[in-house]
């Protein structure tokens, strides 16, 4: 999926070490050379792009890449392998796969690129074989890697699926292994980052799994990348001070006698130009160099078996070229001491020396100064310290010298358990001029291993008794895991004062520590050595500056470990920016080998020191801070960055405040009492109203988003939590508003946890339509308990299309009302069977009654492996995600003999209602055993029952609905119950019943007797309107019937639910056709409540009414007649217009390879002919794009399409109308799909009308219908005569109207469908004019 550019330093930051390159505009590694194409045999697969298409870079195991600075050469898999081929010698292979090619296994659920499981990937599945296996993916032949290449790719393993993975690198006759690892590893997608080294002439990267009989052996590599690899092209000339190579290509004179070959053809480490240098390689020895105990001389090749060992040497790249290694434990290093050297003088005396630390955070390599010859023996100087894990690769560093006495250099080495220090080409200038006699090893200089002595009061003997890391302070001995927890354990706080907090006024500087590995490095300068922006603050501050290491560009530095932190832990931050056109300042937080990006601020140009701050909240392991710098010090106006008076906040986890308690929050001040979770990489934000994204509480203040790609996010779940809480009250109602829109968003869902255990309360799947719903949950608690509890909103998004939200979040006494909606998945929706027990919540997989349907009907499934889980708009089932979820659940009862004689009833009764302030429609599904279970009764109840509907269960597989008009103004609830007599009034099949307002609605049901017999309910829907008639919808209210669950066979897509009026992230109709305007309209009562926000409505004056029609027959516009739904004009009741609405499907989602959508129909009875009527709309931006549009019967005779239409371009609403017949019971299914190139364009639908029994009516054929041969010039002459005639009519009318005066509903709206100027207003309602467009 291609990235916004906004997004890219957002990926830099998440790389971790050896990220990405941004080389200045003049570097001459990243020219271009566009004038000219080389033979593919010279020029082929070496990461330069000669050609101007860099079509000479295609199908070299990357995608070729565009000249663009920093721009890597990479393949995502989305169109095909990009050269890479299977060269197994087993049926254990690798094959170009994607997630929906599978519903279960232990492979992959979505690909790393797209997220979602439309993306592809290299992927070997599991094979069980009773021999050891290995499947090799090796890429095409690749040309001269540069020594700064590095290889980065994703792969997916879980740990106990497969042996052994590895990936190795092929140059002449030897074979480099570049990783390699065992596991164990941790589920989803996991970075693999390596550096290559210089590899001169041709080779071949293999990829690599390796099973066993025990190991299933499944695998999958993804995105894979090549970063700064090419090597430099020749220049007619350098920049100034550039040194110009025998091949032509330029260098930059640090990296003369540097021991790498920049240029390639080794022109820079010329004998000539670098012979009085003094290089120590260790191939045969150490040189000039001496050594104490800890170090010894190793090479690769028969070395330790330690996972962390160099896999090769830096001076040959090989596994066969020899290094200076140590494990030395800390405080006992190992030192490497150089020859006494002559005082300076005015020259430096440089070394350059390449140091591998890996395998420990504690891994620490120091370089002293030690003078000599003075009267008083002085203490060596600390020059240079790198601490911490820098990767598997060989960094570059330097030092320049400047004595006037004569000195020595010393190399101290130390690491942690499972650590490795190593060294490697240390290279002596030629004013480095040895004297004629080595002095002896001077004593062991004070470092982390040995303090610097200090006075100490008598009381405090501890301080050489304490244990190796532990912190003396005091009578104390504070172990390591209290350090920097934010809680004081020293008396004086010394326990935290290097724990991120500073001013770099002092050396310590807040212990953050540089761990830069490129050209750029952090550090701590003062306003008077500053330039530029920088230097209007006063003291000292910590700055980007240039470093000498040679692999990634950006500079970073960290924190000690810290933690755990407390929910209101804060950052405050001061920094400066200058840098374009590109760069950026981040700060990122490092939690076990995971980064997470906290804050960043882009390229400026303005300048100056500013102030921010960065929740980081609560986090229950220790973590590190990061801040991330990449500026282009050689860019114009001084560019680069600071930062300065670093403070935590509030970051012990016993710190409460007032805002801790408030649960209830509109998120206008602040988050209250919530805070997101950081257990992924995927984040809750606290965010303004904006564009298409506005809150509920005012339409223009702040709310909580969960935006996947803002910043970009390959986290699959987000936690939003409130601190702990104590009960108020034995039972609580929370309330809140949510948003679920686009078409792969996932999941929210509500829980509660009280002692270590995590209670279900709430959840919705799939697209709920662009705008916000209101749902709430009683929180039950012990009577008398004060155990706190703490709740936690989790969204699990599906792929990167749709955002999620929460606003308005409220909780008081009591509890809740019934909910509008009840899916059975969470809970029973607070519904009582009675004191016998008899309705059961269950789900198939593992029911209590013996008999039940075999799948749900939000899910259709009988158990949660490999399901899309989800129901959708208005409760119906929506897009879900493939995972292991559990079964889905509704509620049975069992009418088998055995469990209720024949005649008794079972009672199943909901709560009370919130008494709707309009006429609303109860909806339920309900499924009846194959043989007679009896009868469903569906009842009012408000003192007494009064009935309302009776349905005979009916059986087979399906589902079917049942409705009931409810009009309330009361509480009032539901009962269900089924019994064996008949009722008095006994309807075959689903339909409605009006209500009387002041009813309460109760369901019932009693057993025909029958053995192995079962009634079950699912998916209860209150929603405003009059039920709709079987089969017809005018999607104002929701989907009414329809149900567009996600089906895995057709790739997992559904339709979803709009208006032309909400701001909506996805392209759809301007307007709705059921008014053919941005609006429909709602009475309103005088004091009523709107169900919608006010910003997103208009008043329309009571004087001016608007009729729409019932959603149970849609009286579209083609029929030419007044829209009148209601009695003749009220006095005082005013109208609400809201945005008229539709079911549409985005095509853009399918993406390469997509398959279709369904909106399926309920079921509907046999019938001999029936007309089906609807309005479609279809927009594609390029005649090449072409949406399909199809009409499908299904039945368990089979599937049948009987309509089918393709469009581009018709930027208009279309009537259609289809004859459908059938001898079964069959569903009518609108698939969606496309017929061309992916695209991003909706395909609309409204204004359904199923008329069961009567046959269509062709509209008569005007005199223009009527077709006739007509030649190719009169077709021409006559549309050109035609268009001159439109123009003077139009002429005329505008210089008529001109006379006349301007029109007096002129809208500035633009769409093909009648709007609001096409509305005449009479004394007591709206006509609506005929449809100017019809199905050609």
Not at 88 to 106: K, N, V
Request: charged residues 15%; aromatic residues 8%; contains cysteine.
């Amino acid at each position: 999926m291609p990235l916004p550019s906004h997004l890219l330093p957002a990926l830099v930051l998440l790389l971790g070490p050896l990220a990405v390159t941004l080389p200045a505009a003049r570097s001459p590694g990243w020219a271009w050379v566009p004038s000219h194409c080389r033979s593919p045999g010279q020029a082929a697969c070496n990461f330069v792009c000669d050609c101007r298409d860099c079509s000479d870079e295609a199908q070299c195991g990357y995608r070729g890449a565009s000249p663009a600075l920093g721009t890597p050469f990479a393949c995502d898999f989305e169109q095909d392998s990009c050269g890479w081929r299977d060269i197994s010698t087993s049926g254990y292979s690798w094959l170009r796969d994607r997630a929906g090619a599978a519903l279960e296994g232990p492979g992959p659920h979505s690909d790393h690129t797209l997220g979602t499981d439309l993306g592809w990937y290299m992927a070997v599945g599991t094979h069980r074989g009773k021999e050891a296996s290995t499947a090799a993916l090796r890429s095409p032949t690749l040309r001269e890697a540069a020594p700064s290449c590095k290889l980065r790719l994703w792969y997916h393993a879980a740990s106990g699926d497969v042996a052994e993975l590895r990936l190795e690198v092929t140059h002449g006759s030897e074979t480099l292994i570049l990783w390699q690892s065992t596991g164990p590893w941790d589920p989803g997608w996991q970075e693999l980052a390596v550096t290559t080294g210089r590899i001169r002439g041709d080779f071949r990267v293999t990829f690599s799994a390796t099973r066993n009989a025990t190991h299933r052996g499944a695998v999958a590599l993804d995105d894979l990348a090549f970063w700064d690899c090419g090597l430099p092209t020749p220049q007619a000339s350098c920049p100034l001070g550039h040194h110009h190579c025998q091949n032509k290509v330029c260098v930059e004179p640090q990296q003369l006698c540097d021991g790498e070959d920049n240029c390639g053809d080794l022109s820079d480490e010329d004998p000539l130009t670098c012979g009085r240098h003094t290089a120590t390689d260790f191939e045969t020895g150490l040189g000039p160099w001496n050594r104490s105990e800890g170090w010894s001389r190793n090479h690769s090749a028969g070395g330790p078996e330690r996972p962390s060992w160099p896999r090769r040497d830096h001076s040959r790249n090989s596994a066969q070229g020899s290094f200076l290694v140590s494990v030395a434990e800390p405080g006992t290093p190992a030192i490497l001491s150089s020859p006494e050297f002559q005082a300076s003088g005015a020259s430096n005396c440089s070394l350059i020396f390449y140091h591998y630390l890996h395998g420990s955070e504690a891994g620490c390599l120091q370089l002293f100064l030690q003078t000599l010859g003075s009267s008083a023996p002085q203490a060596p100087v600390l020059l240079r310290r790198r601490r911490g894990e820098l990767g598997t690769a060989w960094v570059r560093d330097r030092v320049d010298i400047q004595s006037a006495h004569p000195f020595q250099i010393l190399l101290a080495g130390q690491t942690g358990p499972g650590g490795v220090v190593g060294l490697d080409d240390l290279i002596l200038s030629d004013h480095c001029r040895p004297v004629p006699e080595v002095s002896t090893l001077q004593p062991l200089p004070p470092g982390p291993w040995a303090p610097v002595p200090q006075p100490l009061p008598p009381s405090s003997r501890l301080q050489d008794s304490c244990k190796q890391g532990h912190f003396a302070c005091g009578d104390l001995c504070v172990p390591p895991e209290q350090l920097c927890d934010f809680e004081e354990q020293c008396a004086g706080g010394e326990d935290e004062q290097a724990c991120g907090t500073t001013d770099f006024e002092s050396l310590e500087a807040g212990g953050w520590e540089d761990a830069s590995v490129g050209r750029l490095q952090w550090r701590r300068l003062s306003a008077q050595e500053s330039q530029g922006s920088s230097a209007a603050a006063a003291g000292h501050f910590l700055s980007l500056q240039r470093a000498w290491g040679q692999l990634s560009t950006e500079a970073r530095v960290l924190t000690p470990l810290l933690g755990p932190s407390g929910p209101s832990c804060e950052l405050h931050l001061a920094y400066y920016l200058q840098s374009q056109p590109r760069g950026f300042l981040a700060l990122v937080v490092v939690d076990n080998g995971s980064r997470e990006l906290a804050w960043q601020a882009l390229s400026s140009s303005a300048g100056g020191w500013k102030v921010d701050k960065v929740l980081l909240g609560a986090r229950r392991r220790p973590f590190q801070l990061e801040f991330v710098g990449l500026v282009d010090l050689d860019g114009p106006d001084q560019q680069g960055a600071g930062v300065d008076n670093v403070t935590l906040r509030d970051c012990s986890p016993t710190v409460t405040t007032k805002r801790d308690r408030e649960v209830s929050c509109n998120f206008e001040r602040d988050t209250c009492s919530w805070y997101p979770g950081h257990l992924s990489d995927t984040h809750w934000r606290w965010v303004e109203s904006r564009g298409p994204d506005h809150d509920h509480t005012t339409g223009q203040g702040h709310f909580v988003l969960l935006d996947p790609t803002d910043p970009l996010a390959w986290g699959h779940s987000a936690h939003l939590l409130s601190r702990p809480q104590v009960p108020a009250a034995p039972t609580e109602c929370l309330s809140f508003w949510y948003y679920l829109h686009g078409p792969q968003i996932g999941t929210l869902r509500l829980a509660m946890r009280r002692e270590g255990e995590e209670t279900h309360l709430w959840s919705r799947s799939g697209t709920q339509g662009n705008r916000w719903h209101e749902a709430w949950a009683t929180l039950s608690h012990q009577p008398g308990s004060r155990a706190q509890y703490q709740l936690l909103f989790e969204g699990l998004r599906d792929g990167y299309h749709g955002t999620m939200a929460l606003d308005d979040v409220a909780v008081r006494p009591g509890p809740c009302w019934a909910p509008h909606h009840c899916s059975f998945e969470d809970s029973d929706c607070g519904f009582s069977s009675g004191g016998r027990g008899l309705w059961r919540r269950q789900a198939n997989a593992s029911g209590h009654t013996a008999w039940g349907p075999p799948t749900d009907h939000t899910t259709e499934t009988a158990q949660g492996m490999g399901a899309w889980q989800g129901q959708g708009l208005g409760g119906w089932p929506g897009a879900g995600r493939l995972m292991l979820a559990p079964p889905g659940h509704y509620m049975v009862v069992d009418t088998s003999p055995d469990a209720l004689p024949r005649g008794q009833t079972a009672s199943l009764t909901s709560k009370e209602y919130r008494p709707p302030a309009q006429p609303a429609c109860l909806t339920f599904w309900y499924h009846g055993s194959l043989h007679n279970p009896g009868t469903l009764r569906v009842h009012l109840e408000k003192g007494r029952k009064h009935q309302v509907l009776s349905l005979s269960a009916h059986g087979g597989l399906a589902w079917r609905l049942g409705s009931v008009d409810v009009q309330a103004e009361q509480a009032w609830r539901v009962s269900a119950r089924w019994g064996a007599p008949p009722p008095p009034r006994e309807l075959p099949g689903p339909t409605a019943a009006a209500l009387p307002c002041t009813h309460q609605v109760v369901f019932e049901a009693v057993a025909a007797g029958v053995a192995h017999s079962y009634v079950a309910l699912d998916d209860l829907l209150l929603q405003d309107g009059p039920c709709p008639r079987p089969g017809s919808c005018d999607f104002e209210s929701g989907l009414c019937g329809w149900s567009h669950l996600a089906w895995p066979s057709l790739g997992g897509y559904s339709w979803d639910w709009g208006g032309g009026a909400t701001p909506s992230r996805y392209p759809q109709p301007p307007v709705d056709h059921t008014l053919g305007t941005k609006a429909g309209t709602c009475p309103l009562e005088p004091g009523g409540e709107a169900t919608q926000r006010p910003h997103t409505a208009t008043w329309l004056p009571a004087a001016h009414r608007v009729h729409a029609p019932s959603r149970g027959g849609p009286a579209h516009p083609a029929s030419a007649r007044a829209l009148r739904a209601g009695s003749a004009h009220q006095p005082g009741i005013n109208l609400l217009l809201f945005p008229g609405h539709f079911a549409f499907f985005e095509t853009g989602v399918l993406g390469p390879g997509g398959r279709a959508a369904w909106l399926r129909s309920e079921p509907l009875p046999a019938t001999p002919a029936s007309c089906l009527r609807f309005w479609y709309h279809m927009g594609f931006p390029e005649h090449f794009y072409k949406g399909e549009l199809r009409v499908l019967l299904r039945s368990t005779q089979g599937q049948l399409a009987v309509w089918g239409t393709g469009g581009h371009r018709r930027h208009q609403w279309l009537e259609a109308q289809v004859e459908v017949a059938s001898t079964k019971e069959f569903q009518v299914v609108f698939e969606a799909t496309l017929g061309g190139q992916p695209a991003l364009g909706p395909i609309a639908l409204d204004d359904v009308e199923y008329l069961a029994g009567q046959r269509c009516q062709q509209p008569a054929p005007s005199p223009g219908d009527t077709a006739a041969p007509v030649s190719v010039p009169t077709a021409v002459g006559s549309a050109l005569l035609l268009l001159m005639l439109l123009v003077l009519l139009g002429l005329g009318g505008r210089r008529w109207l001109q006379k006349r005066g301007s029109c007096p509903f002129q809208s500035n709206t633009e769409a093909t469908a009648p709007g609001f100027d096409n509305i005449l207003f009479n004394a007591d309602g709206v006509t609506l004019p005929a449809s100017v467009t019809s199905d050609p």
